[in-house]
């Protein structure tokens, strides 16, 4: 039996492709390579050496994974594939739902035809919109602000239907806060298409002397130093805490549940600054800037669900995520392209 990852050569799919290999699953990954390369597949098999099945197909494309569920025997998904950034999805909802809302439907259709009632959903803390902090399970969800955090909103709804109408379905939706770092070993990290929007990769790539300058957005909020507060948690924890759904929905079949996966710690912008140059050695130049509309001032897990039903714990730290963030960046200047 065969775990599907579609996305599964993405930045977080790829760090769960290598927890699943170590951990003795047999892996299957559907990836269309809109922001990945299928080198990192090859990277992977570097990193655990055991073979992993590679499938170059788009979640919409219903035939393909027909192929895909019949050449093999799928147990459970992870499903991370998707779009992800905020501002293309204001320019381009209709990609965005069309992506990642068509494509999750008929992931969940062929899944049904094949009689696998298993998954796993790649959510996210957006989901929670305006709530207090900490953000818990249990607030109501959906008071979105663009696009992509809706598409991960409506899919959790989905989700939450397909449950209701049939009860074998065992669903896990994890609230990723986030990510950041890199697997130790420095082969596979986070490689965005152009300028990064999220801040750790504007970090590594000022650090390397790729850009320029990192501008803070907006050191003027009700914040301890003024700037933003956010819940980083190292990917390779994230990855793990994915075969802890896997084995809550194998314990606990039958059943829909969310999870916030963060470490419950609030940064700002500049602690991650300063403990990335701590970590690294290296000067991250930077000025202060307007606030990005659309910014929260700061959000961070209640983790508690997680520790207790999951048995989840994030384990590394942030001189961690910042220390494996730049070994895969140095080792890698210009990502997975060949210098
Ligand atoms: P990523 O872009 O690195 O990985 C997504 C992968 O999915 C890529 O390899 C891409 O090529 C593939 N893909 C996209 N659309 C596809 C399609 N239609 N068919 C097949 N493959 C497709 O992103 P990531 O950071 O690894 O994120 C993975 C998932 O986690 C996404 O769903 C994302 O929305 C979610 N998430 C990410 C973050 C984050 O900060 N990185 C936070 C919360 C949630
Ligand atoms: C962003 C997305 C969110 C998504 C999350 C994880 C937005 C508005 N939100 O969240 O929906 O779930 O990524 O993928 O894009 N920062 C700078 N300078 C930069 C980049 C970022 O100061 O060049 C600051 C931001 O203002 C923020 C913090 O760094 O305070 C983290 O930013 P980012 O990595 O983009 O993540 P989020 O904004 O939390």
């Known amino acids: 039996m065969a775990i599907l990852v579609t996305g599964g050569a993405g930045y977080i799919g790829s760090h769960t492709c290598v927890e699943l290999l170590n951990a003795g699953y047999e892996v299957v990954v559907c990836d269309n ?27 919409r494309n219903r035939a393909g994974l027909e192929k895909i569920f019949s050449e093999n025997s799928i147990e459970a998904v992870i499903h991370f594939a998707g779009l992800k950034a905020v501002g293309e999805s204001t320019r381009e909802p209709i990609m965005y739902y069309d992506n990642n809302i068509s494509g999750t439907v008929t992931l969940l259709d062929v899944m049904k035809e094949y009689n696998c009632k298993s998954i796993v959903f790649s959510s996210s803390a957006t989901v929670y919109g305006n709530n207090p902090i900490p953000y818990e399970e249990t607030m109501v969800t959906g008071d979105v602000s663009n696009p992509y955090g809706r598409t991960k909103h409506f899919i959790e709804q989905i989700l939450g239907d397909v449950y209701v109408s049939d009860n074998e379905w065992s ?50 909020y009700d914040t301890k130093d003024g700037t933003c507060i956010r819940d980083y948690i190292h990917v390779v924890d994230l990855a793990k805490a994915h075969l802890c759904a896997l084995n809550k929905l194998k314990s606990d079949p039958h059943s829909i549940d969310a999870y916030n996966i963060g470490t419950g710690i609030g940064y700002s912008v500049l602690d991650i600054i300063n403990a990335f140059e701590d970590a690294t050695g290296q000067k991250v130049n930077y000025k202060i800037g307007e606030r990005r509309a659309g910014d929260l001032p700061a959000f961070y897990a209640n983790p508690k669900k997680a520790n207790e039903v999951l048995g989840w714990h994030a384990e590394r730290n942030l001189h961690d995520m910042c220390e494996d963030t730049w070994r895969f960046q140095k080792n890698n200047p210009n990502g997975y392209k060949k210098d």
Request: with cysteine; glycine share 10%.
């Open 33 to 59: 390579y809109c922001n990945s390369v299928p080198e990192v597949l090859e990277r992977i098999k570097q990193i655990t050496n055991k073979n992993i099945a590679g499938y170059d197909c788009d979640i």
């Open 171 to 220: 669903i896990s939706l994890l609230r990723y806060f986030n990510p950041i770092g890199a697997h130790e070993s420095g082969l596979i990290g986070e490689d965005p298409n152009g300028i990064p929007n999220n801040l750790m990769p504007y970090i590594s790539r000022v650090a390397i002397g790729k850009l320029p300058q990192l501008t803070v957005f907006g050191g003027d």
